[in-house]
Each structure stands twice: as structure tokens, then as C-alpha cells.
């Protein structure tokens, strides 16, 4: 099965995405992870994958596509996928379906993973002290926030229309979420 994991920063996908990957024993594809490995070494590529990072920005379409094609060569994506964090515009979307479609597969599902604004606020600044991330200060919050609902929240009427989206109320304690997310996968 390959499922969409869409949510604004904050909204817990990280935390859900770990539980759901052991549930349906399918590999977690986060972009946001490889691209924080590429911004890790030392290259022109790291400096430039960085820039964008730090300032909240996404990264290009086409250097995402290719790091995300990259992994489903590998023979554990047989048994599916996880997307977290990607696609994140609506070229992506595109992009992944094309790619999907030469191979005779498709997205399956989306999870949208919905919690208000503030208190996403309230939880990247605490991810900012725990885990020491960069782009968790406040002004980068920000302009996630505002990348997220230009770019990103459009894919949900996208695959709305598809018939392909399961919205789930992210404003619970994470328990509670993973068990609507388990109740909407296992109708699959
Ligand atoms: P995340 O860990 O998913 O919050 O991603 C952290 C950062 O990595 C984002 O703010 C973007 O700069 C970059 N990033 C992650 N996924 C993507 C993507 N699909 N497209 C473009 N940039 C991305």
C-alpha cells in the first residue's frame, strides 16, 4: 500500500508516521529526513540543500523527485511506502502519480492530519528546545506555516477529488489519532 502522509509542521506526523510504518510493515519515506542527511555532509549540494532548510523554504521539485525515485529503486518499497512530507506542491503530486503510473502503481491514500494553528505554534517551539532543530525558531515557523497553507494545502482538494482522502483530527492525544488513522487504513 502507498499512503500520503499530509500536515502542517507540528501537526505529529513524525510520531504517527513511526507507529503506522511498524502497523502496515511498509518503509517511511520522509523527505525531510533525507534532505536534513544531504544538509548533514559537506558538499556544495549540502550548502545549497541547507539554504533552503533554514529558511523554511521548500526545496526544488526536481532535486526532491529525484532523491524520493532514488529510494523506491529499493527493493523493501515493493511492499509499498509511506510518504512523509512529500509531495509537498502540487508539482510534486504530479510528479509522483506520473512516476507511480509507469510502473503500474498509485497513491492508495492520503491521511490528512489537521490541528489549528496555534497550537502547532506552541508545539514546534518545544520541538525547538528538544530536538535543537534550526528551522523550529519562530520567525521559521512562520514562513512554514505560510509555505504550508500556499503550497501544500491545495494537495488536499487534489486528492479529495481523487476520492483518496481520509481526514483525521490531529487535535487528540496521539493514542487516540493513531487509532482513527489504524480504523481508516484497515478499510482500505
Ligand atoms: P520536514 O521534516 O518534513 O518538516 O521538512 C523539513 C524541511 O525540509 C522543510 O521545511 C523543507 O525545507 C524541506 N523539505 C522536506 N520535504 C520537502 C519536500 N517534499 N519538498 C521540498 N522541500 C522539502
Redesign the pocket.
Known amino acids: 500500500m502507498r499512503i500520503v502522509f499530509i500536515g502542517p509542521?507540528g501537526a505529529g506526523k513524525g510520531t504517527q508516521c513511526k507507529r503506522l510504518v511498524e502497523f502496515l510493515k511498509i518503509p517511511h519515506l520522509?523527505?525531510?529526513?533525507m534532505?536534513?542527511a544531504v544538509k548533514s555532509e559537506d558538499t556544495a549540494l549540502s550548502r545549497w540543500v541547507a539554504s533552503?532548510?533554514d529558511a523554511?523554504?521548500?526545496?526544488p521539485?526536481h532535486l526532491?523527485m529525484r532523491i524520493v525515485e532514488q529510494r523506491l529503486k529499493q527493493s523493501d518499497c515493493l511492499a509499498g511506502a509511506l510518504f512523509?512530507?512529500?509531495?509537498?506542491?502540487m508539482i510534486?503530486a504530479q510528479l509522483l502519480d506520473d512516476h507511480l503510473a509507469e510502473n503500474g502503481l498509485k497513491v492508495d491514500m492520503v491521511l490528512e492530519l489537521a490541528v489549528v494553528e496555534d497550537v502547532l505554534i506552541d508545539r514546534l517551539l518545544k520541538r525547538a528546545v528538544s530536538e535543537g532543530r534550526l528551522?523550529d525558531n519562530r520567525e521559521t515557523i512562520h514562513e512554514?506555516m505560510r509555505?504550508y497553507s500556499t503550497q501544500t494545502a491545495p494537495l488536499v482538494e487534489y486528492y479529495a477529488k481523487q476520492g483518496k482522502l481520509a481526514v483525521i483530527d490531529g487535535m487528540q492525544d496521539a493514542e487516540a489519532v493513531f487509532h482513527q488513522i489504524q480504523q481508516r487504513v484497515t478499510q482500505v
Open positions: 509542521p520522509s523527505t525531510g529526513e534532505l536534513r533552503y532548510i523554511g523554504r521548500l526545496a521539485d526532491v512523509d512530507g512529500f509531495p509537498r506542491t510534486q528551522d512554514r509555505v
